[in-house]
């Protein structure tokens, strides 16, 4: 009973970080500033982690945490790049 009931939230929330990768997609293609579309990316990786997560839980294997801790860090570094591009102009100083 516990693994159908497991099963159904997984699904129902796989479908729902889906539509918000969707929406997210759309921010970062059709932001109207520069800093929409960043926040639009922002929002498109923490869903992917989120559904990889996901993903791990459904099969129970490692790989799908270890992938969604890189795309953590990477997505992380991106946005302070991009923000930092924003505010100043340039990533390296």
Do not use: C, H
Not at 73 to 86: N, R, S
């Amino acid at each position: 009973m516990s693994s159908t009931i497991l099963l159904w939230a997984i699904s129902i929330s796989q479908s729902f970080l889906a539509i918000a990768m969707a929406l997210a997609v759309y921010r970062m293609f059709i932001g109207p500033r520069a800093q929409d579309r960043v926040l639009g990316l922002d929002t498109l990786y923490v869903n992917a982690m989120l559904l990889l997560v996901t993903f791990g839980i459904r099969s129970g294997r490692t790989i799908y945490f270890e992938a969604s801790l890189v795309i953590a860090l990477l997505g992380f570094v991106a946005t302070v790049a991009l923000a930092k591009f924003l505010m100043r102009g340039e990533v390296i100083e």
